[in-house]
């Protein structure tokens, strides 16, 4: 009979998740998560017939000296009860490993709609969706782009990046949920990952060095996405510094033409004094903020090209990518 | 030396329970159908349900077994009978006395 051991389990890495800057894989392709299903409803009837016959084994080994006697007996007796036992454990297992397979079964159907939500997502951001991928937005912008263009871009690469999370995030979620598994069938039927032969794929070799020049371009635009928004919030602070001085200003107006006493007017000099400071601080903050955004923007000019001209040398176009499972 | 079957129809009844599970275990087990689609994982769960699929198959065997055991003590008893009954007429046949 199978004997299992209680060894602190190991997870084992499966193949690496989506890259930045890669197109976005969207298909579900696995398993139709209703065999799975089947699977665990066979496990379970198996499971109601071992303990049938552990019932049929325990009432042999029960059975009374006034039916059944002698030392013969009592050796048979005995043999049926070790049976029985071991049945019963059998049953035990059986039981919990076809409930690990039903719960796997609510685990790939859950990623198969996350995976359409993420399709649903990258149309309705406008994305393009093709080949079942989610393709990341151009990533070169002209020199003199309009600030249109460049909005548009902008919130392309954020339409991106939210299409990212949620494909890292599905990700992660499925392969938590299928650690579950993965922990019932060391537990139930005392096989291993690293011990009894893992499923795992590897990305081809010679695609790596071109992939990390597009997760570099990638990077550099979110960075100038991310340096644009810090902008924006630099000169909004800007703003509200400029309000709270020119009200300051209007009160001190206020204060000498209605004659009021020279400490009000002194305290009041004080208050636009500070204000007038705060303003100072905001507009250099700004002004090293639109900078910043500038340079990012130029960085990520720079490592686009650097990707347009490995992709021309290599003549592969990014719908090359190796597949990745997600 | 065989078991002595003292109640014999309470022996025939466990036996045949015995049989009984054991024929639904094994047609249990030719209903096993391991998914063909892959899925993370996949060859590990078919792998760890084999083994179980296989423990199955010995608790159908030594099922199997104990009531085959069980038969034989059955049966002793019944040849046991027949022969008693066939000593007892041939020493009525030397005593002269009609069986």
């Known amino acids: ?326 | 030396m065989r078991p002595i079957a003292i109640n014999q129809g309470a022996l025939r009844g466990a036996r045949a329970e015995l049989e009984s599970a054991c024929a639904d275990l094994r047609a249990a087990l030719e209903e096993v159908d391991h998914p063909r689609e892959d899925f993370p994982w996949r060859d590990l769960l078919v792998a760890g349900v084999r083994g179980l699929v296989d423990d199955a198959g010995q608790v159908a065997r030594r099922c199997g077994s104990i009531a085959g055991a069980m038969d034989d003590s059955v049966l002793d008893f019944d040849q046991l009978d027949v022969m008693v009954g066939r000593a007892a007429e041939v020493a009525a046949r030397l005593d002269g006395v009609a069986p």
């Open chain 1, 1 to 326: 009979m199978r004997a299992v051991t209680t060894e602190p389990f190991a997870a084992v890495e499966e193949e690496p998740g989506p890259r930045f800057g890669d197109p976005i894989g969207c298909a579900y392709h696995w398993v139709d998560p209703a065999e799975v299903d089947d699977y665990g409803a066979v496990l379970r009837r198996l499971a109601g017939r071992v303990e049938l016959a552990a019932d049929a084994l325990a009432r042999t080994a029960g059975m009374p000296e006034d039916d059944f006697a002698g030392e013969a007996a009592d050796a048979l007796r005995g043999r049926a009860q070790t049976r029985h036992q071991e049945a019963a454990a059998l049953h035990e297992h059986l039981r919990g490993l076809g409930r690990a397979v039903d719960a796997h079964a609510d685990v790939l159907r859950a990623h198969r709609e996350g995976l359409h939500d993420l399709r649903a997502l990258a149309e309705s951001r406008g994305l393009e969706v093709r080949d079942h991928r989610v393709w990341p937005p151009v990533s070169t912008l002209p020199g003199d782009a309009t600030q249109d263009r460049v909005d548009a871009w902008q919130d392309d690469w954020r339409a991106y990046q939210a299409c990212f999370d949620l494909a890292v995030e599905l990700r992660e979620t499925r392969r938590e949920r299928t650690r579950d598994l993965v922990r019932a069938l060391a537990e139930h039927a005392g096989v291993r990952p690293e011990r009894d032969g893992a499923h795992l794929v590897l990305p081809a070799r010679g695609q790596v060095s071109f992939g990390r020049l597009r997760e570099r371009a990638a990077e550099e635009a979110m960075e100038a996405v991310r340096a644009d928004e810090a902008a924006d919030a630099a000169r909004a602070h800007l703003a509200v510094a400029r309000r709270s001085e020119l009200a300051a200003l209007d009160t001190l107006e206020q204060l000498l033409a209605s004659g009021a006493p020279a400490e009000d007017v002194q305290a009041q000099i004080a208050a636009v004094a500070v204000l007038r400071d705060d303003t100072d601080r905001a507009g250099r903050a700004a002004e090293q903020a639109d900078a910043t955004a500038a340079t990012e923007q130029a960085q990520a000019a720079r490592a686009a090209r650097h990707l347009h001209a490995a992709e021309g040398r290599d003549g592969a176009s990014a719908s090359s990518a190796h597949e990745r499972t997600h």
